[in-house]
């Protein structure tokens, strides 16, 4: 249920349009795109002052006390306009829609880049219970986008992230990425391989980064005698993928393993290397990351670490629920584990 004092410091229609130094009827046409009723100037004040004060469209009060804790909204904060085709979203997607329609709850969702998300929809307009977020970007933007949820005064859920324990409203969910990072290293280790490459997309996640982490950590466990170069890649599609190995292979020699930041990525540069008469995993090993059914259908088939994306959106769905019904996080961190799958590719 909502906290008194949220309720009581959420600003109104009225507010806007006294700051503005407009009518509310004023306001509600910028709201609901009556553009033609407003002048632009008018318009971009209206518009700066719902930002600055945190508006949000007020329900009715029968809506209220019968709809509003009803409906989570789902930000996702990516560059690509194809954010649903990501493996690992739709799977944290699928466990937190699964787990709220349980419950009979709504999840609505809106991707955008993070630019976009003063002015979204979800952020103004739509009147919702809580929030789930999955951001990417520098670290610093991620945490103005959480900062931007956590201003409307409504619990939060994170995916992927870790914050310091001060905000009693927002919960983290993430996986062991780290430790996964860390696996794939020591396994590589084992094998003896000394000269490593990891792929990894020009656009930032936390999950990644920490993958990168783990792996880094490993190898400075050998005292440094074993090296991990970084390919960066325009994009995690097919095409730019492999167009990142052939320019890191016209430069320099093959590594002896290529890690992908997840697995699509892996299989990416498994066929390029493939094509291009590296035989693995006798020439170069291959390792991916999350482990979703595709990575079945390689071959050799893939070695990778299996992710726990689906049980992450269950445990995101099943935290807010709770939240929701007793005003509380029960916790306000969730870690799940990862394991090592090891295949042929290694």
Not at 70 to 80: L, P
Not at 181 to 189: E, F, N, S, Y
Not at 325 to 341: I, M, N, Q, T
């Amino acid at each position: 249920m909502r906290r008194k004092d949220d309720r009581q410091a959420r600003a109104t229609i009225k507010d806007v349009a006294e700051a503005a130094g407009v009518s509310p009827m004023t306001v509600s046409n910028v709201l609901n795109g009556r553009h033609q009723f407003v002048s632009a100037v008018t318009r971009k004040r209206v518009e700066r002052e719902i930002e600055r004060l945190s508006y949000r469209r007020q329900a009715s009060a029968r809506s209220l006390r019968v709809a509003e804790q009803r409906s989570i909204g789902m930000v996702i904060v990516d560059e690509s306009s194809h954010f649903l085709a990501d493996a690992f979203t739709c799977q944290v997607v699928a466990g937190l829609a699964n787990v709220l329609n349980r419950a009979d709850y709504t999840l609505t969702i809106q991707g955008m880049p993070g630019r976009q998300l003063p002015a979204s929809m979800i952020m103004r307009n739509y009147e919702v219970g809580g929030f789930c977020a999955m951001v990417s970007g520098p670290a610093a933007e991620r945490a103005e986008v959480v900062g931007r949820l956590r201003a409307l005064r409504q619990p939060v859920v994170v995916f992927q992230e870790q914050f310091e324990p001060s905000d009693p409203d927002l919960c983290t969910v993430r996986q062991d990425d780290w430790g996964g990072g860390r696996l794939i290293g020591d396994h590589l280790l084992a094998r003896r391989v000394s000269e490593l490459a990891m792929i990894v997309p020009r656009q930032r996640w936390p999950a990644i980064e920490n993958r990168v982490a783990g792996v880094r950590d490993s190898l400075a466990s050998t005292g440094g005698t074993a090296r991990l170069t970084l390919i960066e890649s325009a994009s995690e599609s097919f095409a730019d993928v492999q167009s990142a190995i052939a320019r890191h292979l016209a430069a320099n020699p093959p590594p002896q393993a290529v890690i992908g930041g997840n697995d699509p990525i892996a299989t990416a540069a498994m066929l390029y290397l493939m094509d291009h008469g590296v035989k693995v995993p006798d020439d170069v090993r291959i390792v991916g990351f999350n482990g979703f059914e595709a990575h079945r259908y390689s071959r050799p088939r893939l070695t990778t670490v299996v992710s726990a994306a689906y049980a992450l959106g269950e445990r995101a769905g099943e935290a807010m629920l709770v939240r929701l019904k007793e005003g509380a996080f029960a916790s306000r961190d969730h870690v799940l584990p990862v394991y090592f799958e090891p295949g042929s590719t290694t």
